[in-house]
Nanobody
Framework: EVQLVESGGGLVQPGGSLRLACEGS????????MSWARQRPGKGVEWIGT????????SYPASVKGRFTGSRDNANNMVYMQLNNVTAADTAVYYC?????????RGQGTRVTVAS
């Protein structure tokens, strides 16, 4: 059974940083591309990046490019998303998802609130 468990969310001030984590299990993690997605209040789920099995992120959408950075640790079945210079518009529930350019299947999410 595929399981994806996100963590690391919380309250962060505008301009601050946060690192989100996702642990995957139930599939061959080391050869699987993983994606990140988010759902802002009142909006649909938005893809925000894919990291391939080698740890390379080919692109980010304009909404996060230059501020968010994905990484992974295949030895521990983990993917990460570093959020820097966040703004109120980054307030959302963040998910990791299985596969490239994917928003599903995804975990239960971790909530990030950007506020002073």
């Amino acid at each position: 059974e595929v399981q994806l468990v996100e963590s690391g969310g919380g309250l962060v001030q505008p301009g601050g940083s946060l690192r989100l984590a996702c642990e995957g299990s139930g599939f061959n993690f080391g050869i699987t591309a993983m994606s990140w997605a988010r759902q802002r209040p009142g909006k649909g789920v938005e893809w925000i990046g894919t990291i391939n099995s080698a740890g390379i992120v080919s692109s980010y959408p304009a909404s996060v490019k230059g501020r968010f950075t994905g990484s992974r640790d295949n030895a521990n079945n983990m993917v990460y998303m570093q959020l820097n210079n966040v703004t109120a518009a980054d307030t959302a529930v963040y998910y990791c998802a299985l596969g490239p350019n994917s928003i599903s299947p995804r975990g239960q999410g971790t909530r990030v609130t950007v506020a002073s």
